[in-house]
């Protein structure tokens, strides 16, 4: 017994056809919306850490001219009670 081909087509096969077809577009336009979301989050939380990147240097070197304060204010005080006496008011 050999295999019979039938090359009739009939509509259920062009439905399936075009079915088959639409669903592999409109999967690809999905894929491709996440993908362009997924990029666009990316760049927002690249933003995100360029700004946070700033800010750190921004507080060290606030951090820094604070503790060059604390110095100079230390070596005042310092000097102050050298020049007094440390047990003179």
Do not use: C
């Amino acid at each position: 017994m050999t295999p019979k081909f039938d090359a009739t087509i009939s509509l259920g096969h062009i439905l399936t056809a075009v079915s088959m077809i639409f669903t592999v577009v409109a999967a690809y336009f999905v894929l491709d919306s996440r993908v362009k979301l997924q990029e666009d989050r990316i760049i927002r939380v690249e933003q995100d850490l360029n700004a946070q990147k700033v800010l750190n240097v921004k507080t060290t070197d606030v951090l820094s001219e604070i503790k060059t304060g604390v110095a100079v204010i230390q070596d005042r005080l310092e000097r102050s009670t050298t020049i007094v006496g440390p047990n003179q008011k």
